[in-house]
């Protein structure tokens, strides 16, 4: 009777146990020597040591049976790999290069087709040639109407400030006629008033005569 039955439940059990206890305890090593933490070179011996048991049991584990899919997916059946295809047909003696042309030949893939597929894609290149063309030239036509949009949105700031300059001379001009207007209404005023006041001094020169006849003939008269 053997003293480790491999085979078992229990030693399964063990070793996927196993596999996690010794997986932390490397992982705890490996901190330890990471970051310079006092006793670094015990706990990576440990957890090395550790590995090298697991390693050591894992020797015993019986390899995994393979499965048989076609009890599953029965479509599956008949179906064989490439390796398998592939000494069937030496053992046909069919070489590579025979069998590409078998496969061809039942595709009822001939040289008129893989002439016409190179025309068609020779065709598709020139197409994307003048698409990349096309889009160079709708690039290029974008970037002249931007341009152009800044150009006008330029003019018209310009135009804006044209409008608002013209505007203001109008303004300063129309001040400036009203000044003159004034002065020349203030200069017809002071005409006016000099003349009435030369007018005034007259009367009052003519005012003063006829006072002074009046005195001299009063006093003539007390005389007599």
């Known amino acids: 009777m053997a003293l480790i039955d491999v085979n078992s439940k229990r030693f399964k059990n063990f070793m996927a146990k196993l596999y996690g206890w010794g997986a932390s305890v490397v992982i705890l090593g490996a901190m330890f020597k990471i ?21 050591f049991f ?21 179906m064989t790999d490439e390796e398998e295809q592939y000494s069937s047909n030496n053992q046909r003696g069919l070489s590579a290069t025979q069998e590409l042309d078998r496969m061809l030949e039942d595709a009822k893939i001939d040289g008129e087709l893989i002439e016409s ?21 709708a690039a290029a036509t974008g970037a002249y109407n931007e341009q152009l949009s800044l150009a006008s949105k330029n003019m018209e700031s310009l135009n804006a400030l044209y409008a608002v300059q013209l ?4 303004n300063h001009m129309e001040a400036q006629n009203t000044l003159m207007e004034k002065l020349s209404n203030s200069i017809q005023d002071s005409d006016r008033l000099t003349n009435e006041v030369s007018s005034l001094v007259n009367n009052m020169s003519q005012l003063n005569n006829v006072y002074g006849g009046m005195l001299s003939a009063m006093n003539v008269n007390r005389s007599n």
């Open 35 to 55: 970051l310079h933490l006092p006793g670094a070179d015990i706990m990576l011996v440990v957890g090395l040591t550790t590995e090298a048991v697991i390693f």
């Open 167 to 170: 505007e203001s001379s109008a």
């Open 117 to 137: 597929l190179g025309s068609g894609l020779r065709r598709f290149g020139d197409a994307a040639n003048k698409l990349t063309e096309t889009s160079e030239a």
């Open 58 to 78: 894992s020797a015993f584990e019986k390899p995994g049976e393979e499965l048989d899919w076609t009890l599953v997916y029965p479509e599956l059946a008949g």
